[in-house]
């Protein structure tokens, strides 16, 4: 069992709903193709593949997926979009949980990695990640960029959503690498908020790059977005590829 904070029956439930913006076709749209250029004619394992929002429609697209889960709440949502002979998920954590074979692409998405909560948990994610591909292929991370530049001295808050219905707040230890996600959120019509939070362990891009030359692999490719543009020092988070040597 690693750091990672577990996902409840409840939010498991409610999590397709709070995030149909993110499985739109449009979002998800040059993310599929991005993943199924990687993982060409092989198969593709997902780590961290909760309710399935990327791992089912690249299922849909024709490449063998294959999942591993933490939250057995997670998995039942999914569970109930796609069945286990069509897409496996192995229940466990993504830093120690082998399953069987080889994949040319092993992928983790959307600031996952993150729920990793100590440095060396982080290192060996990238270690699980080299450990399930076969010689040439790829380990793709999504995260975004630590927001530190808008913290002014002193300020350890910074919020990142300011909706009706969404109210989000990160927090940063700046010593230990940890940030707090705050988020308030709108339920139904009588003007509550229902409080949840989440700690993550943020990651430089030069750190993951350390932590994938640790395990094997090279940096082939970072870019901006699933579309392909430039990374900068203005991103806000960033897609990297790494490879494993032939």
Not at 17 to 34: H, I, K
Not at 58 to 70: A, N, Q, S, T
Not at 190 to 206: C, I, L, Q, T
Request: with cysteine; aromatic share 8%; charged share 25%.
């Amino acid at each position: 069992m690693t750091s990672s904070e577990l996902w409840t029956r409840a939010t498991a439930d409610r999590y397709d709903a709070e995030e149909t913006e993110t499985s739109s076709a449009a979002v998800l749209g040059p993310t599929l193709a991005f993943l199924a250029e990687l993982a060409g004619d092989g198969r593709a394992l997902e780590f961290a593949i909760g309710t399935g929002r990327v791992g089912v429609p690249l299922r849909e697209r024709g490449v063998p997926v294959v999942g591993i889960e933490l939250s057995e709440h997670m998995a039942a949502v999914l569970r109930r979009k796609m069945d286990g002979s069509t897409l496996p998920v192995t229940l466990g954590d993504m830093a120690t949980t082998v399953v069987p074979g080889e994949f040319t692409l092993v992928y983790l998405v959307y600031n996952t990695i993150t729920n990793l909560l100590t440095q060396d948990e982080q290192v060996e994610c990238f270690r699980n990640a080299a450990r399930h591909l076969e010689p040439g292929g790829r380990f793709v991370i999504e995260l975004g960029v630590p927001p530190l530049r808008f913290l002014p001295p002193g300020q350890v808050a910074v919020p990142f959503d300011v909706s009706e219905q969404h109210l989000g707040v990160d927090t940063f230890d700046l010593v230990e690498q940890i940030l707090v996600s705050h988020h308030f959120t709108r339920d139904g019509d009588d003007g509550r908020y229902r409080r949840d939070n989440s700690r993550h362990r943020y990651a430089w891009p030069a750190e993951l790059d350390l932590m994938a030359r640790i395990a094997g692999l090279e940096l082939e490719r970072r870019v901006a977005d699933w579309d392909g543009a430039p990374f900068t020092q203005d991103s806000a988070k960033h897609i990297s590829v790494w490879r494993k040597p032939t």
